[in-house]
Nanobody, 116 residues
């Protein structure tokens, strides 16, 4: 089970930190990720992180967003800086088993709105 939080309304250039708490299974078995879906857009992968900490980012957020995880708290974070109106979206945390290619587990989504 994944529970996301931390969304809200922020001005252009501002920052937000999203959190996603996981429960129900061994956290180390999962690759964690953040996806987003903006108005009228398809869902896209924002960032992902392996248990050992290696990360991957969409080009549109590189240098502005940082994904991290606290394996002692079974929580993954997305620090979002220098936010832009085009970052406005519902953000979802997701999880897949290390040996799988499919993100099978999804949180409920948290809305981020960046005003210009």
């Amino acid at each position: 089970q994944l529970q996301a939080s931390g969304g809200g309304l922020v001005q252009t250039g501002g920052s937000l930190r999203l959190s996603c708490a996981a429960s129900g299974d061994t956290f180390s078995n999962y690759v964690m990720a953040w996806y987003r879906q903006g108005p009228g857009k398809q869902r896209e992968l924002v960032a992902s992180i392996q248990f050992v900490g290696s990360t991957n980012y969409a080009d549109s957020v590189k240098g502005r967003f940082t994904i991290s995880r606290d394996n002692t708290k079974n929580t993954v974070y997305l620090q979002m800086n220098t936010l832009r109106p085009e970052d406005t979206a519902v953000y979802y945390c997701a999880a897949r088993r290390r040996w799988s290619t499919e993100y099978k587990y999804w949180g409920q989504g948290t809305e981020v709105t960046v005003s210009s």
